[in-house]
């Protein structure tokens, strides 16, 4: 990865995920299902990307992630698996930051202290590919998947999962929790 | 890899030629790119504000990968440059991007941005160079 060509400092070829063709379904449904939708919400950093303050913090994963999180009860210490958005290998670490997952600014510190952080287990738009629309609902089948442990994917140690998708560079996110 | 439409283009030339910004006139708070609704105070009482030509260089990067239009320009060194009250994105020449630090002035300069092969409409633009 550190050998592949730059595509803008300090981004390499194999920190953009890829654009790609693919297709997921879910199936909604009021009667019992595999997993329950305990929370999810939308929100948008109106702030021009010129105009903004910090370039380290993603606003509207962190409000929706915080309001998610109120509707469903939980804390981040509660996530078993987050699959986040990240579209460039940044963006990931911000998403899991954003969502509680470490502290600002800690992620990479944590995972070097030998930590375990839960994100992205499916390996995320950059293994997956990033689909555009289909992405959100590949992430939603994917937790499920972690928590039920239906392959290819291992069960995780917990019932609760995160999904976090995005439009821009922090202009709109949306955050839901799923449940066994 | 498209730019921006003909028409968005001719909308956008005062503020693409000559740095026009907005000024929120009850809050004082100024835009660039213009806006037609201040989304601090919610006002619609704007002022055009005329930008400083000269600014302080916030931070830069260089893209090594480029859309079509912009091949011939490759790599591009595209910056975020505090002018007056606000920052201003641009792409910045004259300058080997070894050379750039954060903190250093910039001016304006006015330049081709693109040609559109295809329409034949040469578009221009203003860009950041440092200061001599």
New interface residues.
């Given amino acids: 990865m550190l050998d592949s060509?730059?595509?803008?400092?300090p981004l390499r070829?194999y920190d953009v995920g890829p654009m790609a063709d693919g297709a997921a379904a879910a199936i909604l449904c009021g009667r019992k299902g595999v997993a329950k939708v305990l929370g999810m919400w939308s929100s948008a950093n109106?702030?021009?990307?010129?105009?903004r303050q910090d370039?380290d913090v993603l606003y509207s994963a962190r409000e929706a992630a915080e309001r998610a999180y109120r509707m469903a009860g939980i804390t981040p210490r509660d996530v078993a698996t987050a699959e986040v958005h990240d579209s460039y290998s940044i963006l990931g670490v911000l998403a899991a930051e954003a969502l509680g997952l470490a502290p600002r600014g800690g992620l990479l510190a944590s995972l070097r202290g030998g930590s375990e952080v839960r994100a992205n287990l499916s390996g995320g738009l950059k293994s997956r590919g990033n689909v555009m629309g289909a992405t959100g609902v590949y992430q939603a089948v994917e937790v499920v998947w972690q928590l039920v442990g239906r392959g290819p994917f291992k069960r995780v140690d917990g019932s609760i999962g995160v999904i976090h998708s995005m439009g821009g560079v922090d202009a709109t996110s949306t955050v839901v929790v799923l449940g066994l | 890899m498209e730019h921006e439409s003909v028409p968005l283009y001719w909308r956008n030339i005062p503020s693409y030629y000559r740095l026009a910004a907005r000024r929120c006139r009850k809050c004082g708070e100024v835009y660039y790119p213009p806006v037609v609704k201040c989304p601090r105070c919610g006002s619609s009482e704007l002022e055009d504000f005329q930008l400083p030509h000269e600014g302080e260089l916030v931070e830069f990067t260089v893209l090594r990968s480029v859309p079509t239009d912009y091949m011939k320009q490759k790599p591009l060194v595209i910056g975020l440059v505090k002018l007056g009250p606000v920052k201003v994105l641009g792409q910045i020449v004259d300058a080997a991007p070894e050379k750039l630090k954060a903190g250093q002035r910039m001016e304006v300069v006015f330049r081709r941005v693109v040609v559109d092969g295809k329409y034949g409409l040469v578009m221009y633009g203003y860009k950041f160079r440092p200061r001599p």
């Fill in positions: 060509e730059l595509v803008s400092d070829l109106a702030v021009p990307f010129n105009a370039y």
